[in-house]
């Protein structure tokens, strides 16, 4: 069957050549990390932290629908650069943009703790969307809907879809060992062959992919529900993504296309995200849009506005899975920039993976952003988790950046702070009004 191409609006045209394009260096960004620059001048090496919860463990925090979002969110007002991945970051239909956060698939991830992949952060992604051919019309309907709104609401670059040759039948289990959730994906090929025209024929960089699952055992999917049991979907979606990142070396990530859940008044708050809407797709096109390009040793310049592993200063994990190829990397470090490895106590799995069994010298934390604070170099902000702490001044830097910002943006506090790393819209409004108000009334 051929493969078929097209633009994603509900009422597809065929498609037209795309015009050549010299190189692909274009959307590239030329910064160690996104907060850096805007802090203004300094002379001190950005921290950068690297926040790990496997997927399809069972995490007390992390192993449902986003739950561990709030943790990122604090680790970024903490360090001025996190490194993360899909599991952490997607929260189905909701998702939170954070300026210093990258957004990396947990192969990728490995690879880059390795040191034979580097980070390049992108002002934008151009990102294809896979639609397994096994899901209903409805279902698919409902999928383009998400990509047209993406497109038209949020202005994201998503410039084509491809519905799969075959159905890539989808299973899933437990794996009987360990209890983490595990599966296979019937036609691999078919799905690697979508990849392959969207990134020939449109030039995509960055590929969302939906395939139908399975619908869950009632037993497994209320235990989930409830906040108890392990997410049996997450093993085969690690397992969708990684495929598509080793052969193409491209960011990745997966939404599972399944029918909506019978109405419960027994869901749990941690899994509620995936109770909202049709489709878990939002924060996957969310997180591609701007995740960082992947840059081989052996294909590029690693220096050139790359991030390596060499620039990570901690790595935050669970206490009980530390056996992952990246945690062990990290830990096996023989620079002189190893980084802290915490592990998270009170954050507890399905594996038994402790940091003596790998010989991983580690430390334990609960809040981890708080030993990341003591962990920064002397003369580095306090934690920003006290709501009591007082607030750094603003820099002479910032007032100049808050009035260029204001002068475009108008009151979009928001947008705004978004632009001022770890800076809160309410901290920039109460702030310009305050203190810059008046500058900017005489200036006029």
């Known amino acids: 069957m051929a493969l078929h191409l097209t633009r994603p609006f509900l009422r597809p045209s065929p498609p037209s050549p795309p015009p050549p394009r010299p190189t692909r260096r274009s959307s590239r960004a030329h910064c160690l990390a996104p907060s850096a620059s805007a802090r203004g001048p300094s002379f001190r090496r950005p921290y950068t932290s690297v926040l790990v919860v496997p997927t399809g463990v069972g995490a007390a925090v992390g192993g449902f629908a986003g739950d561990a979002l709030p943790v990122a969110r604090a680790l970024g007002a903490v360090a001025d650069c996190v490194i993360s991945h899909p599991n952490v970051l997607n929260a189905a239909m909701l998702y939170w943009p954070m300026p210093n956060t990258l957004y990396v698939e947990g192969y990728a991830l490995d690879r880059f703790a390795e040191g034979s992949w580097a980070l390049q952060p992108v002002h934008q992604n151009k990102v294809g969307l896979v639609l397994d051919s096994g899901i209903e019309e409805e279902l698919r309907l409902r999928h383009l809907q998400v990509a047209d709104a993406a497109r038209a609401s949020l202005g994201l670059p ?115 995200a995936e109770e909202i809407g049709h489709t878990f797709l939002p924060c996957v096109l969310a997180g591609l849009s701007n995740a960082p390009q992947y840059v081989m040793r052996r294909n590029g310049n690693m220096d050139n506005g790359c991030i390596v592993a060499s620039d990570v200063d901690s790595v935050i994990l669970p206490k009980d899975a530390c056996g992952g190829d990246g945690t062990i990397a990290f830990a096996r470090t023989a620079t002189k920039n190893k980084p802290l490895i915490i592990t998270v106590q009170e954050n507890e799995t399905v594996l038994d993976d402790t940091p003596d069994k790998f010989n991983i010298e580690a430390v334990s934390s609960q809040p981890p952003p708080r030993l990341i604070s003591e962990h920064l170099p002397a003369g580095d902000p306090p934690s920003p988790l006290s709501r009591s702490r007082k607030r750094r001044s603003f820099s002479k830097e910032e007032d100049e950046l808050l009035l260029k910002l204001h002068a475009l943006l108008g009151n979009r506090w928001s947008l705004i702070a978004g632009r001022l790393p770890g800076r809160t819209d309410k901290e920039v409004m109460n702030h310009w009004n305050s203190k810059l108000m008046d500058t900017s009334t005489l200036a006029k």
């Open 158 to 272: 998503v410039v084509e879809y491809i519905v799969t040759d075959t159905p890539l039948e989808i299973k899933t289990w437990f794996d009987p060992k360990c209890g983490k959730s595990t599966g296979s994906v019937g036609n691999s090929d078919s799905l690697l062959r979508a990849v392959e025209a969207l990134v020939n024929r449109s030039d995509v960089n960055a590929v969302a992919v939906v395939a139908r699952f399975p619908d869950d055992d009632p037993e497994d999917s209320d235990c989930y529900r409830e906040g108890k049991g392990v997410d049996l979907l997450a093993g085969v979606e690690a397992i969708i993504s990684h495929l598509i990142v080793k052969k193409f070396k491209i960011p990745a990530a997966h939404a599972p296309a399944v029918l909506p859940p019978v109405l419960s008044l027994s869901v749990s708050p941690r899994s509620a």
